[in-house]
């Protein structure tokens, strides 16, 4: 069964740093793009940013471009999400995903190229 597990939220200072991991397990991802999202309260789950199978391509929502940035591990099945210059409208849900119906390609903004997701971690952002 195929898992995404979150971990690494919490509650920060704004300007702080957060690392966001991911651990992808019951299935192989080391070919699938994969992206991370958020949603904030009240809002509609947004795209942040998206990885493609090496690592080599990467893509970024304007909002967290230059401050965010989507690392993987495929030997060990990981992607993370290194937050710095936090905002308090970085405060959201954040949700990884994989898009394993796509092997080899570049990550993706869309949501509906995403076939599993995990549950989510919190980070919220403070002044």
């Known amino acids: 069964q195929v898992q995404l597990v979150e971990s690494g939220g919490g509650l920060v200072q704004a300007g702080g740093s957060l690392r966001l991991s991911c651990a992808a397990s019951g299935g192989t991802f080391s070919w699938s793009p994969m992206g991370w999202f958020r949603q904030a309260p009240g809002k509609a789950r947004e795209f942040v940013a998206a990885i493609n199978w090496s690592g080599g391509s990467t893509f970024y929502a304007d909002a967290v471009k230059g401050r965010f940035t989507i690392s993987r591990d495929n030997a060990e099945n990981m992607v993370y999400l290194q937050m710095n210059s936090l905002k308090l409208e970085d405060t959201a849900d954040y949700y990884c995903?994989?898009?394993?119906?796509?092997?080899?390609?570049?990550?993706?903004?869309?949501?509906?190229?995403?076939?599993?997701w995990g549950q989510g971690t919190q980070v919220t952002v403070s002044s």
């Open positions: 995903a994989a898009a394993t119906g796509r092997p080899y390609y570049s990550g993706s903004p869309r949501r509906e190229e995403y076939n599993y």
